[in-house]
């Protein structure tokens, strides 16, 4: 990875010689700051679930909390509003606590934010700001941020890696005064800040910030028994109306709060941090005002323009909630006009809510009379550059020398669409006659009630054209594509597919590309059990009112992986519940690998991920996998199935079953082992050896529950080539240490387990009841 390193513009002046605390400098980006931050203030609790870019946070602190050198309790939600629920439990149990996330886990958590407020619960939240779907783009804007403004949260704005790290301290201590008493979310720009290093100054004297923060105070908390208290009770008038008086004052008394505690940081780091920053202003006629890293950048215009003889400043708040109009007001009190800039619209009103805001704070300054432009720029990640200001300058120059302003808002940097510019069309579309070649054929055995399928030869299915074209980007060795391969052999017809997000989807639909010759469709990573059972029935409808023909013959089905069932076991569980028509086919890696191979509740006890990092003191994720599989068959589904990638014609003669049921009974689950090399650690051509390991160790049994009725459909005790799990953990980089004797005993939890589940299912095969 190139590492881009950027002038640090922010502090060159604030270097001043430090006051009382030892410091030392390190090379960091935003997502470290956080985490050496969050590893000095020592944190009780930290809630998270990963999502880029906001992931690095915990995976760094997973990383020092493995070798020991902080213990605060990480806590993977199954979500973000998991995770959000997890901190606000947390927090009311009266100690310190932190959570990072970005874009849509932001939006997925933010349910939970007012009550944090309205209830008055501190903690930490950073976000890396990310631009939020739909379209999917995870690259930085500040979509997401927005969406907090009305949360009741104090909102601090992180320009560069430094100032992540020092405003996690004040954080932490603007949140916990006595008279504020709010949750306090700290920004920074995804991937300029979170991602880039810069060279940063962090304590080195534990005393100093003790000393600084102090003990967290006490607030009513339900641990304290001698208190009963009520937590959340059902408000009546007007007492609602009273509560939201009182979070406004605790706002107003963040305003005074806010600069004494900056303050104090100021004279222990020697770095100042104003409510509004102000660069060059001292004279200014012209203006930007833009928050974050982008500022920097307009810092950069201001300098080119300021020697010209140009009198141009810029404005950027280092906080956000309190909104600093008083401090926007005697700014801009002798400015003619000013451009604001905002990474996000707030569409429809004529301007971001940067603007409006501002706009909206002027307005009360009877000696105000300065022109603002609104100008919505950088979504998606889109660059802002130095020249990018200048013409925010200009555009303000404008409007100062005429007067008057002749366009008050627009989009700055878009690109007009051309009609003749197509992308280049990948391979066609597939008609369902070419793919269906009746590679399965189904019979009911009258004996068992089960189906019984007979597959024709392996080396026939080459013949099938596959409904994924060549040229996705996985990793060579993925097993996701082999896997998706076997599945689109034997489905006859027409298919409708729903991705939810993860490297499947991620590799398959970089715009204006797909690889999808059939009818796709991607909503959110957690939704789209639920969005395919929405799609299923109004199929069923519109062929029921005769807007369809009677003659379609479409088969629905929701690939996912196994993230997606843990964020989407919810959404998934309902439609299991409802019985559609459709079928949910997990493959199974073990992991959120999209995302930087983060634990998921799939992984198994021990493995190392990046959330469950492998050190000194820990060796691994500390619980056992989920048997996603026996959930769905506690929704007494039509039919439930595990395969793996390794074992095509078990594979295939189970999906063909489960198109059968999907279209003619319900709801089917089938979870697929599926060989990741990255992340698995292994050589990319390893798939068969490993996955075989798996399943002759028992961690993965093959078996099918159709009806209720288990049928083991692969035994390695009667093959006689049942291994111990050991044979399959020395196979894989990510599980080598388990290896290493002082970790014997949690081999042989492991192999325990395993015991333990495959005598459970072999009971259940005996015996027709279980
Ligand atoms: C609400 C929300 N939270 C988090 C994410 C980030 N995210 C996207 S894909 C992914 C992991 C997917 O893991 P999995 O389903 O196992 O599929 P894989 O990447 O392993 O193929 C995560 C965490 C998101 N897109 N939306
Ligand atoms: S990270 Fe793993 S699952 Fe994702 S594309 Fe690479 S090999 Fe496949």
Redesign the pocket.
């Known amino acids: 990875m190139t590492i881009q390193i950027l002038a640090d513009l922010s502090h060159a002046a604030d270097l001043r010689p430090s006051g009382t605390v030892r410091q030392k400098l390190e090379f960091r980006s935003g997502n470290e700051a956080a985490a050496l931050a969050a590893r000095d203030i020592g944190f009780h609790v930290m809630g998270y ?4 870019p906001s992931t690095e946070v915990a995976e760094n602190l997973s990383e020092m909390q493995a070798d020991g050198e902080h213990d605060i309790v990480m806590i993977a939600g199954d ?2 509003h998991g995770a959000a629920g997890i901190c606000y439990g947390a927090a009311l149990g009266g100690g310190r606590v932190l959570n990072a996330t970005s874009a ?2 932001l ?2 958590a933010l349910e939970q934010l007012p009550v944090q407020a309205g209830t008055r619960v501190p903690m930490v939240l950073n976000i890396a700001a990310r631009s939020v779907s739909g379209p999917l783009d995870i690259r930085g804007d500040h979509s997401d941020i927005y969406y907090a403004l009305n949360t009741g949260w104090i909102m601090l704005c992180a320009r560069d890696p430094q100032a992540v790290y020092d405003l996690n301290f004040a954080a932490v201590k603007i949140g916990e005064h006595s008279d504020v008493r709010l949750p306090v979310l700290v920004a920074y720009d995804g991937f300029v800040t979170s991602h880039q290093k810069r060279r940063i100054q962090v304590f080195d004297d534990p005393e100093a910030v003790r000393g600084f923060l102090g003990k967290r105070p006490d607030f009513p908390s339900p641990l304290d028994t001698e208190h009963p208290a009520t937590f959340g009770p059902y408000m009546n008038d007007p007492d609602l109306i009273n509560n939201k008086v009182q979070l406004s004052q605790a706002m107003e008394a963040a305003r005074r709060v806010i600069p004494e505690v900056l303050a104090e940081l100021e004279t222990i780091t020697g770095r100042a941090y104003p409510v509004l920053d102000a660069y060059r202003m001292e004279d200014a006629q012209l203006a930007t005002v833009l928050l974050n890293s982008a500022a920097e950048t307009a810092k950069e215009a201001a300098d080119e323009l300021r020697a010209q003889g140009k009198r141009v400043g810029v404005l950027s708040p280092n906080v956000l909630r309190p909104f600093p109009a008083e401090e926007f007001r005697r700014a801009l009190r002798p400015v003619k006009a000013i451009t604001v800039g905002d990474r996000a619209d707030s569409y429809g009103a004529d301007g971001g809510n940067l603007s409006l805001e501002v706009r909206a704070a002027i307005q009360l300054d009877p000696e105000n009379s300065t022109l603002v432009l609104s100008r919505i720029y950088g979504l998606g990640g889109k660059d802002f550059y130095a020249a990018d200001g200048v013409r925010f300058f200009e555009q303000a120059d404008a409007a100062a020398k005429s007067g008057r302003v002749t366009e008050p808002f627009a989009y700055h940097g878009a690109t007009p669409g051309r009609l003749d510019n197509r992308p280049r069309p990948g391979l066609p579309p597939i008609p369902a006659a070419e793919v269906s070649r009746g590679m399965a054929k189904l019979r009911r055995d009258e004996a068992t009630g089960r189906l019984k399928v007979e597959l024709e030869p392996l080396w026939k299915m080459t013949s099938v054209p596959n409904r994924i074209a060549p040229g996705h980007g996985a990793c060579p060795g993925c097993g ?1 594509f082999p896997t998706l391969h076997q599945i689109y052999n034997v489905l006859e017809g027409d298919i409708v597919v729903l991705f ?5 989807m991620v590799v398959t639909t970089g715009y204006p590309s797909t690889a999808h010759r059939i009818n796709y469709i991607h909503n ?3 939704n789209g059990a639920a969005t395919l059972s929405g799609l299923v029935e109004m199929y069923h409808e519109r062929i029921r009112r005769g807007e369809l023909p009677a003659s379609k013959d479409i088969t629905f089905v929701m690939i ?6 843990d ?1 989407g076991m919810g959404p998934a569980i309902g439609t299991a519940n409802r019985n559609h028509r459709m079928m949910i086919l997990e ?1 199974d ?1 073990q ?5 930087g191979a ?1 634990l ?1 509740y799939a992984t198994p006890f021990g493995h190392r991920t990046s959330t469950s990092e492998v050190g000194k003191v820990l060796p691994g994720k500390r619980y056992h996998h989920k048997d996603t599989a026996q959930i769905f068959a506690a929704c007494h589904l039509p039919y439930v199935f595990t395969a793996s990638e390794g074992y095509p014609e078990d594979l295939m003669r189970k999906v063909a079953k489960a198109q059968w049921y999907a279209k003619n009974e319900g709801m089917v689950y089938g979870k697929i082992l599926s060989f ?1 090399p990255l992340n698995w650690r292994t050589a990319d051509d390893a798939a068969q050896p490993v996955l075989q390991a798996a399943i002759d160790s028992c961690f993965f049994p093959l078996y099918e529950i159709e009806h209720g009725h288990t049928a083991i459909t692969y035994d390695p005790d009667a093959t006689d080539r049942r291994h111990p799990v050991s044979d399959w953990l020395k196979l894989m980089g990510k599980t080598r240490h388990l290896l290493s004797p002082e970790n014997t005993p949690i081999v042989q939890g492991i192999q325990a387990e395993i015991d333990r589940r495959w005598r459970r299912l072999k009971a259940m095969h005996e015996h027709p009841d279980l």
């Open positions: 679930f990963p999502i880029t979500g973000e849509q886990g939006l997925f996701a939810q997000t993860g490297c499947a959110l990573f957690q996912s992986g196994d993230g997606g069932m964020i493959y890696n992991g959120y690998m999209n995302t983060q998921s990741c």
